[in-house]
């Protein structure tokens, strides 16, 4: 029987299992990652380490897996590793991972710097493994085959997206309210991944950005992209209760198309998990990898930095940042069978 470098066999005649550790405790781990490792079947849940012990231990007992007080050793116990932790922890543990030989489930998004979602794509490449960044809508069944189609479809003018959230509302009680990255770093990092993750394979690359603040984290984008489409998105999680929702349309030659709706993540975090998988098995890189994870991080970059321009406030990484959308302006002129390796 054919088994991959570093799985256990799980019955003859059956495909091995792959050793998959998760990197998180919080609710996202708790309510989706773990519960899908553990009922897939192709997955040996090979442990749980967390930056709360406690809460690492509690995890691993609910999914009959052990914790691990180290992560280096769950790495070492593990083919692949899921990570559910804030931005700017997961990428050097996502580095320390790849190292180590594993290959990568990666939270969205990947960084919240360009240097270090770069520095991140660099060690994954180095190391040789497999990544898939778990952008819900690329992984959700419905979502994923209307992107599939309209992708091949084509012809597209301009897209128009609003992702209303109501995360930090008056009276919100969702689990998530307490996220100090997503209190800093707002609906822009927070669901901004989702929508350009939608735009980038059907519109092309992103080749500038011009953003705009509105109320509390809200944030308005207007994008061009490498087909000559352009896109526009209004992000925030500040929504009222009564307006929140999560839309996007396209408009072209076929007249208009709506993104239909998805249940949940649990499904979908399977899917990503396949696509890891089938990865790890064909050589062949996902189109949402961490290059395009680091990508993403370069357009949100740019958008911070412009919307502290337009309020008087600079951003660290937007020139980083400029550097990159330029390079991907660049790249949009090419020929049309000039290789692209980077891109979606």
């Known amino acids: 029987m054919t088994t991959f470098p570093g799985t256990t066999p799980r019955t003859p005649g059956l495909r091995p299992r792959t050793r998959i550790g998760l990197l998180g405790t919080g609710p996202w781990a708790e309510r989706t990652h773990a519960p899908a490792l553990a009922a897939h079947p192709d997955v040996e849940f090979s442990g749980v380490w967390g930056r709360r012990p406690e809460a690492a231990a509690a995890l691993a007992a609910a999914c009959g897996t052990r914790a691990y007080e180290d992560a280096d050793d769950l790495f070492a116990a593990s083919d692949a590793v899921a990570i559910a ?97 997503r209190r800093e770093k707002g609906g822009l990092w927070d669901v901004g991944p989702h929508v350009l993750s939608v735009y980038l394979p059907i519109l092309g690359d992103v080749t500038s950005v011009t953003c705009v603040a509105g109320p509390d984290d809200t944030r308005h984008l207007v994008l061009r992209h490498a087909s000559g489409a352009s896109s526009t998105a209004t992000l925030t999680l500040s929504a009222p209760p009564e307006a929140s929702e999560a839309a996007l349309s396209l408009y072209g030659e076929r007249g208009r198309t709506t993104m239909p709706g998805w249940e949940g993540a649990f499904d979908a975090f399977g899917a990503a998990v396949d696509a890891l998988l089938e990865a790890v098995r064909t050589g062949k890189a996902h189109a949402c990898d961490v290059r395009f994870g680091a990508r993403l991080t370069e357009i949100l970059a740019e958008a911070e930095s412009r919307a502290g321009a337009e309020s008087g406030a600079g951003a660290e990484s937007g020139a980083e940042a400029r550097a990159g959308t330029r390079a991907a302006a660049a790249v949009a002129t090419e020929p049309a069978g000039a290789e692209r390796t980077a891109r979606p």
């Open 85 to 181: 932790l804030p931005p700017d922890v997961q990428a050097p543990l996502a580095a320390r991972a790849a190292a180590a030989g594993c290959h990568v489930i990666l939270d969205k998004p990947v960084a919240t710097t360009v240097a270090s979602a770069r520095a991140l794509a660099d060690a994954v490449t180095a190391a040789g493994v497999a990544s898939v960044v778990f952008c819900t809508l690329r992984f959700a069944e419905p979502t994923a085959r209307w992107i599939e189609e309209q992708t091949a479809a084509g012809g597209w003018f301009l897209g128009e997206a609003h992702w209303l959230g109501s995360l930090f509302a008056p009276g919100s009680d969702s689990a998530y309210a307490a996220s100090p990255w």
